[in-house]
Structure formats: structure tokens, C-alpha cells
């Protein structure tokens, strides 16, 4: 009886194992399996029923991207990747030690970034196309009923932009302004506070009229803006078009995805065999 029971055990164990990481879920011939959906929950700290809409939705995208037969060429990868490590103001080589610190490979990185932008083209083709731009009617109509969001009235801003791809140059032009510019290129701006980023808005704030910002590096060069006017509120539909042009065209990408999602899992062959 001692010997029997430990390999009682053992079967148990085994068995449980291999419940475990069953295949819990087949949709469209694409399995999702027990570990993934334990694994889905406790990342993202969700309850089951909602990491398993998860792992559907994904697999759905997955087999409507293979129908759609969308391809990323390396070209465009490598173009993507110095576009990210640009903006972050790092090279190559710094952006994939930071990764490898992560313990996340260069291979599955750059596998992950070629699925992102094949979504991402699939959306653009397939989904936003469906989406017809507003008349200014509907937006008028749309601000009316989201009014209360609109509240924080904008302030118009007259800038101009110098930019440079050197630090040096553009700091000679920001101490000699009269000068001609050397290696610095000016664009005349009007920009509304609410199309602003946080964070370029304060720094406006903080610098007095008829003066320049301090340099900005922007990972694909360098900027400063001389605030020539910081104009004052407006008020009404007229100074909020752009914002409000931007927040119904969230909610349309978001309800048009909802739709297309709705529509295939409608048509989508999925199989629930354990849970």
C-alpha cells in the first residue's frame, strides 16, 4: 500500500498537470489554452470570464489578419523600430539592451512589433474605412450632448517653432534671434492650449511673452518656440471644433471595433471544452 499510494499521487499531479494547460478554448482552429487564461488573469488582474473575451478577441484578430493576408515587410520593421527608439531619444543598440534588461528577446520583441503594425494596417483598412467623416452638423450635435467635457476653454497661442537637428545651432539662434539662421528652420504656429501635450503647455505657461521656451529634445531633433502671444480664452463650438472632432472620432474607432468584433464572433467558430 506505502509503494501504491505515491504513484496514486503521482497520476494525480500528472493529470492536473496536464488540465492545467489543456486546450480550454478552440476558436477557429486556433487554440487558447487553461495556463494562458490563469496566465491573462493574474498580468492583468482581471477575472476569468474577461481574460478569456480577451483571448477570443485576440485569436479573432489573429485569423482575420491571416484571411486579410496583410504582410510587414523587414523594411518596415526596421523603419518602425529606429521610429520608437528615435522618439525616445535612444539608439539601436540602447533600446535592445534595455529590452534584454526586461528579459524580453530582440526575436519575440520584433515578432510582437510585426503582429502590432499588421493590426494596426488591418484597422486602418478594414475598420476605420467604415467610419464617414462628421458634417459639422453632427459635431455641432455631439459638443451640445458632451458639453460638460468641453468646459476648460482653450486658449488660441501664437508660436513660432525653431528647429534643428543641432543643439549648438539652435542654441545660436535662440542668443541671436536677428541673425540668419544656420542650420535652423522657423514655422509661424497657432496652437490651441487643448491640443497641446501637458507637459509643452506648462512650459509655455512658464515662459513670458516675446521670449523662447528652453530647447526641447524631441529624439528626431531639437525645438524651441518663441512665444510671441499667448491670445486669451474663446469660448463656443467654433474654439473646441478640433477637440471635439478628435474625441468623436475616438468614439467611432472604439464603437466600430466593437461592431466588427460583434461580427465575428457571430460567424466565428468557437468551441468551449473546458473551463
Given at each position: 500500500?506505502?509503494?501504491?499510494?505515491?504513484i496514486?499521487?503521482f497520476?494525480?499531479?500528472?493529470?492536473?498537470?496536464?488540465?492545467?494547460?489543456?486546450?480550454?478554448?478552440?476558436?477557429?482552429g486556433?487554440?487558447?489554452?487553461?495556463?494562458?487564461?490563469?496566465?491573462?488573469?493574474?498580468?492583468?488582474?482581471?477575472?476569468?470570464?474577461?481574460?478569456?473575451?480577451l483571448?477570443?478577441?485576440?485569436?479573432?484578430?489573429?485569423?482575420?489578419?491571416?484571411?486579410?493576408?496583410?504582410?510587414?515587410?523587414?523594411?518596415?520593421?526596421?523603419?518602425?523600430?529606429?521610429?520608437i527608439?528615435?522618439?525616445?531619444?535612444?539608439?539601436?543598440?540602447?533600446?535592445?539592451?534595455?529590452?534584454?534588461?526586461?528579459?524580453?528577446?530582440?526575436?519575440?520583441?520584433?515578432?510582437?512589433?510585426?503582429?502590432?503594425?499588421?493590426?494596426?494596417?488591418?484597422?486602418?483598412?478594414?475598420?476605420?474605412?467604415?467610419?464617414?467623416?462628421?458634417?459639422?452638423?453632427?459635431?455641432?450635435t455631439?459638443?451640445?450632448?458632451?458639453?460638460?467635457?468641453?468646459?476648460?476653454?482653450?486658449?488660441?497661442?501664437?508660436?513660432?517653432?525653431?528647429?534643428?537637428?543641432?543643439?549648438?545651432?539652435l542654441?545660436?539662434?535662440?542668443?541671436?534671434?536677428?541673425?540668419?539662421?544656420?542650420?535652423?528652420?522657423k514655422?509661424?504656429?497657432?496652437?490651441?492650449?487643448?491640443?497641446?501635450?501637458?507637459?509643452?503647455?506648462?512650459?509655455?505657461n512658464?515662459?513670458?511673452?516675446?521670449?523662447?521656451?528652453?530647447?526641447?529634445?524631441?529624439?528626431?531633433?531639437?525645438?524651441?518656440?518663441?512665444?510671441k502671444?499667448?491670445?486669451?480664452?474663446?469660448?463656443?463650438?467654433?474654439?473646441?471644433?478640433?477637440?471635439?472632432?478628435?474625441?468623436?472620432?475616438?468614439?467611432?474607432?472604439?464603437?466600430?471595433s466593437k461592431?466588427?468584433l460583434?461580427?465575428?464572433?457571430?460567424?466565428?467558430?468557437?468551441?468551449?471544452?473546458?473551463?
Amino acid at each position: 500500500m506505502k509503494k501504491i499510494l505515491p504513484i496514486l499521487l503521482f497520476s494525480f499531479i500528472t493529470i492536473n498537470a496536464q488540465v492545467i494547460d489543456a486546450v480550454a478554448i478552440d476558436v477557429e482552429g486556433q487554440a487558447i489554452t487553461t495556463l494562458e487564461i490563469q496566465a491573462v488573469q493574474q498580468k492583468m488582474k482581471i477575472s476569468k470570464k474577461t481574460a478569456v473575451e480577451l483571448l477570443i478577441r485576440d485569436r479573432l484578430e489573429k485569423a482575420s489578419i491571416e484571411k486579410a493576408n496583410i504582410t510587414i515587410s523587414n523594411e518596415e520593421i526596421e523603419q518602425k523600430v529606429k521610429a520608437i527608439a528615435d522618439s525616445k531619444g535612444i539608439t539601436k543598440a540602447q533600446m535592445q539592451n534595455i529590452l534584454s534588461q526586461k528579459g524580453v528577446t530582440w526575436e519575440n520583441y520584433l515578432e510582437q512589433l510585426r503582429l502590432d503594425m499588421k493590426k494596426e494596417r488591418f484597422f486602418q483598412e478594414n475598420i476605420m474605412a467604415t467610419i464617414d467623416r462628421p458634417s459639422e452638423t453632427e459635431l455641432e450635435t455631439f459638443y451640445n450632448t458632451h458639453r460638460s467635457e468641453f468646459d476648460s476653454a482653450p486658449i488660441q497661442m501664437s508660436l513660432v517653432a525653431y528647429k534643428s537637428d543641432s543643439a549648438q545651432n539652435l542654441q545660436n539662434a535662440i542668443s541671436n534671434p536677428m541673425q540668419p539662421l544656420n542650420g535652423v528652420t522657423k514655422e509661424n504656429i497657432l496652437a490651441s492650449s487643448n491640443e497641446m501635450s501637458p507637459a509643452l503647455l506648462n512650459l509655455i505657461n512658464q515662459t513670458a511673452e516675446n521670449s523662447f521656451t528652453k530647447p526641447i529634445n524631441t529624439g528626431k531633433g531639437f525645438v524651441a518656440y518663441y512665444v510671441k502671444s499667448k491670445g486669451s480664452a474663446q469660448s463656443g463650438f467654433t474654439a473646441v471644433k478640433n477637440a471635439v472632432m478628435a474625441r468623436w472620432m475616438q468614439e467611432q474607432r472604439v464603437q466600430a471595433s466593437k461592431d466588427f468584433l460583434n461580427k465575428l464572433k457571430s460567424n466565428a467558430n468557437i468551441r468551449v471544452i473546458r473551463l
